[in-house]
C-alpha cells in the first residue's frame, strides 16, 4: 500500500511548541492533510507520545502513530529516532535524561507540559529538554539501534541542527536508516543533500510540526507491506538492499 508518512510531529511537551499541540488536534490537523502515519517526536523526551497514541486509536484508527524522539547530541545535531513500542521509547528517554547536559534549574519559561489523551493535564516534565546530550551522532545511532529503533538524522538540509552543515560533512562510519530533509528543502537542496551521502538511504521530508500551521501536505510517499512500525522498517532496508 502507498503510505503518507509524516515522521516529525512535536506536542506542547517540547519547550518550542504551541499549546495547541495536543492529541486532537495533531491527530485531526494530519487527518485534514491526507497524511497516514506520524511519529511523535518532542526534544529528548516521549512523554506525550502515547497519548497520541491513544487518542488515534480511540478515535481515528486509521492513521497510525509510532512513537519517537528528537535526540541533541554534542555537536548541536538532532536525530530522530522511531521506536517499535512506547515501552521501548520510554527506556530510551531514561537514558537520554541521564545524559543529558548544562541543563539550567527550574527558572526556565517553557512548560514542558505532558498530558493524556484528552489533554488532561498530569505533570510537568522536569528535565530541560532543549539542551543537549553528551553523546556522540555516532553514539546516538548507535543507542537507537540498540532499542530496535529506525534511525533518521533531521533537517540536515538546515544550517542549525543540520548534521550536513554541523559537521561539514556525512561520517562514513554512522548507521542510519534514512535522511530527512525539511519541508522547504528544494529539489536542487535534496540533490545536494544526496550527493552528500557517502551510501544510498530513503531521503524523507517531514513538516517538523512545532505549530498547527507548520504541518505541510505530505512529500512522502512510502510503499509498505503494512502499516505500521514494522511496515516501515521494512521498507527503508528493502530501499538500502534494492540499491545496494
Request: overall charge negative; proline content about 5%.
Amino acid at each position: 500500500m502507498n503510505v503518507a508518512i509524516d515522521l516529525h510531529i512535536h506536542t506542547l511537551l517540547s519547550p518550542c511548541a504551541g499549546i495547541e499541540m495536543i492529541p486532537v488536534n495533531i491527530v485531526r490537523r494530519a487527518l485534514e492533510l491526507g497524511i497516514d502515519m506520524i511519529a511523535i517526536t518532542d526534544h529528548n523526551a516521549v512523554g506525550n507520545a502515547s497519548s497520541v497514541i491513544d487518542f488515534a486509536r480511540k478515535y481515528a484508527p486509521e492513521l497510525v502513530v509510532l512513537p519517537g524522539i528528537e535526540i541533541t547530541s554534542r555537536e548541536e545535531v538532532h536525530i530522530l529516532g522511531i521506536l517499535p513500542t512506547v515501552e521501548t521509547a520510554m527506556e530510551l528517554e531514561s537514558v537520554i535524561h541521564r545524559h543529558l547536559v548544562d541543563a539550567p534549574g527550574k527558572d526556565y519559561t517553557t512548560s514542558q507540559l505532558i498530558v493524556d489523551d484528552e489533554a488532561n493535564f498530569i505533570r510537568y516534565e522536569e528535565h530541560f529538554l532543549l539542551g543537549a546530550t553528551d553523546f556522540s551522532v555516532e553514539e546516538i545511532s548507535d543507542l537507537i539501534h540498540s532499542f530496535d529503533g529506525i534511525v533518521i538524522p533531521a533537517h540536515v538540509d538546515r544550517e542549525s541542527f543540520g548534521l550536513i552543515y554541523t559537521l561539514g560533512f556525512f561520517p562514513r562510519n554512522l548507521n542510519i536508516d534514512a535522511v530527512e530533509v525539511s519541508k522547504f528543502a528544494t529539489e536542487e537542496k535534496i540533490e545536494m543533500v544526496r550527493r552528500s551521502l557517502p551510501y544510498d538511504v530513503p531521503i524523507i521530508s517531514s513538516s517538523d510540526a512545532h505549530f498547527l500551521e507548520d504541518f505541510v501536505k505530505p512529500r512522502t510517499f512510502l510503499k509498505l507491506r503494512e502499516k505500521t512500525f514494522e511496515g516501515l522498517r521494512e521498507a527503508f532496508r528493502n530501499y538500502k538492499l534494492s540499491r545496494s
